[in-house]
């Protein structure tokens, strides 16, 4: 079903007609906006885990982060080709969307940096659902210092356009955003269910010793 | 005071408890023991509320107010004096006639001639007699001792030995120990870690 | 009114602590005067008074990074975290008290610090030093946090700047931009909003990172 998916993303760019950097438009903006979301349902499912204090929360908000993390170094890889595309630079400061992804992008490799340094059980799980709820309220926190900076610490020179959708485009851009939507569930519960594999055959192995 | 059915503690992969019951009734005391690794440090860290079961049921009938614990380690600063020590748990213990009582529980296990000396410069056994002075500040009525005689010298463990004849049978309490002999007069159950 | 009385005995602890030779003050403020200097030499010739600025903020993240990472350090020896846990206080108590005490530490520091920057580079005028002040409480307050995160762990002295720097970024944005900007109010605001947002949010979980 997946890979039905996929191609469905393949041929809807292209249905589009236009040039590279409209192109990467379709793609960079849904899986920017899936990285948001995976973030998003990060945080709750740690809310849940402080909440609730069930354990299986702790593992699905380490895949959300985990998805939204490879969905984040996404925007940046398609955000630069993008960027490559429209101004021919590989980097601008002057986006702020990208700016924004980066600090993110930073601040979710930290998080599993966190986990990876701390010891398997309740500390790292509550520490991991903390530090995930900081990343959302860091979002609209970095947005805010980002425009600020970028109005008065660091002039814009380029001015960012977002394309003019029509109807069609508009109808080409959803249907990417659905199935990029779609891809980073598909991924979200293959990972989880894989993790949770792991975990129920080393419990087997350790009742069977 | 304490029930606890089929507790399981489980860190990460690591299974540290399995399948453990205990009750102790009000004014009972009892003695944890099993070999090294069997969790038994674990299991009074869960008595004393500083981590839950990972599954189990596991009911305490004192809150944080009325729990005095022991640990392995002196759970005392080590740059600060014994009375500095003693003044801040008494502060956030909220003990009424705090120097009083500190004055009266330093001299009780002969540290009142150190109490200005910082923990740094005492002796492994006057650390634990301290770490003593600080779990019976608040007067608990339950207390949790994880092997309470481990660095103490002849006269620290007669001191203790002394304590913990009046405390028996006033107060509940559940002591981890490797020498269950000792304690095998004021026992009241055994709890056997496998 | 109990609450605070903790926070005071906790802070007056940590207060005691430093200065009984924990040495962490002397280091900052050694820090901070040896970032200064390099950064004279790091700056080349002609690069503008505003750059200064910059690297102000630099250097004083950099010197709370030091500050934070030692802040729990008495904590862990003997365990006493589990002591203070276990007292019938609110565990928020120990971190508020630890932050006023890092943010102390971290003036302390500075009251060294910005004089010799008004010497070696650019002056500052009072919406910096406001920008500086507010900006300290939020690298206080989110790191205690984050820096009790990471000394459970192992490779802690890596972990806590990764854990705090990205956090750190909107406050060098509000920090620089008070000193530099035309317009300094919007950017004091603003890290006033980060200060109301974060203390906040590590007020109310520091109970969830040091029990189990």
């Avoid at chain 1, 970028?150 to 659905?178: E, K, N, Y």
């Avoid at chain 3, 854990?163 to 006033?192: D, K, N, T, Y």
Wanted: net charge neutral; proline share 4%; glycine share 8%.
């Amino acid at each position: 079903m997946g890979l039905a998916l996929v191609l469905a993303l393949i041929v809807a760019p292209e249905d589009a007609d236009q040039g590279i950097s409209q192109r990467i438009f379709y793609i960079h903006v849904p899986i920017a906006l899936t990285a948001y979301f995976c973030f998003g349902l990060g945080a709750i499912k740690a809310l849940l885990l402080l909440w609730r204090g069930e354990e299986r929360y702790d593992l699905e908000s380490y895949v959300a982060i985990h998805q939204g993390t490879i969905f984040g170094a996404l925007t940046l890889i398609t955000g630069s080709i993008w960027a490559r595309a429209s101004w021919g630079v590989w980097w601008t400061w002057s986006s702020n969307q990208l700016v924004l992804f980066l600090v993110l992008f930073l601040f979710y490799c930290a998080y599993f940096m966190l986990r990876f340094s701390l010891e398997d059980g309740p500390r790292r799980a509550r520490s991991s659902a903390v530090y995930a709820l900081f990343g959302v309220a860091l979002i609209p926190v970095s947005f805010l210092a980002i425009r600020l900076a970028s109005d008065f610490i660091h002039p814009t020179v380029f001015t960012r356009d977002g394309p003019q959708m029509s109807g069609s485009m508009f109808a080409t851009f959803l249907v990417c955003w659905g199935a990029v939507t779609f891809l980073a569930y598909v991924l979200y519960r293959v990972e989880l269910a894989g993790k949770r594999l792991d975990a129920d055959l080393r419990e087997l192995r350790e009742v069977l010793q | 005071m304490i029930r606890g059915r089929a507790i399981e503690k489980r860190y990460g992969r690591k299974r540290v408890l399995t399948g453990v019951d205990v009750a102790v009734p009000v004014g009972g005391f009892a003695l944890v023991t099993g070999p090294n690794g069997s969790g038994k440090t674990t299991l009074l860290r869960m008595l004393a509320g500083l981590a839950a079961p990972s599954r189990g049921d596991l009911v305490v009938g004192a809150d944080r107010s009325q729990v005095g614990y022991l640990a392995h380690e002196p759970l005392v600063y080590r740059e600060l004096t014994a009375l500095e020590n003693l003044d801040l748990f008494g502060r956030l213990y909220r003990v009424p006639e705090r120097r009083e009582r500190i004055g009266m529980l330093l001299e009780r296990f002969g540290l009142w001639d150190a109490r200005s000396e910082r923990v740094s410069a005492y002796s492994r056994g006057m650390t634990q007699r301290l770490a003593l002075c600080r779990v019976l500040l608040h007067e608990p009525d339950l207390l949790v001792l994880d092997e309470p005689y481990s660095a103490l010298d002849e006269d620290g463990a007669a001191l203790l030995d002394r304590e913990l004849d009046a405390l028996a049978g006033a107060r509940t309490l559940v002591v981890a120990t490797h020498d269950p002999e000792r304690l095998a007069r004021l026992a009241t159950q055994r709890v056997a870690l496998a | 009114m109990t609450y605070l009385a903790d926070v005071a005995a906790l802070t007056r602890k940590d207060l005691r602590v430093e200065l009984r030779g924990r040495d962490t003050l002397p280091a900052m403020l050694l820090f901070v005067l040896s970032t200064l200097v390099v950064f004279h030499f790091a700056l080349p010739e002609g690069s503008g008074e505003t750059a200064a600025y910059g690297l102000l903020w630099v250097a004083i993240v950099f010197t709370a990074l030091l500050g934070l990472a030692r802040a729990w350090v008495p904590e862990q020896e003997h365990r006493v975290l589990d002591g203070l846990v276990l007292a019938p206080c609110d565990r928020s108590a120990i971190w508020l008290g630890k932050t006023l005490a890092t943010l102390v530490f971290l003036l302390a520091a500075q009251t060294v610090a910005l004089p010799a920057f008004v010497l070696f580079f650019e002056p500052l005028d009072a919406a910096a030093l406001g920008g500086v002040l507010l900006a300290d409480v939020g690298i206080c307050a989110v790191g205690s946090l984050m820096s009790a995160m990471a000394v459970a762990g192992r490779s802690r002295e890596v972990l806590l700047p990764l854990l705090v720097l990205p956090l750190a970024i909107p406050l060098i944005v509000g920090g620089v931009g008070a000193a530099v900007s035309a317009e300094p109010e919007r950017f004091l605001l603003f890290v006033l909003l980060y200060d109301a947002v974060f203390a906040v949010l590590s007020w109310a979980s520091f109970e969830y990172v040091v029990t189990e």
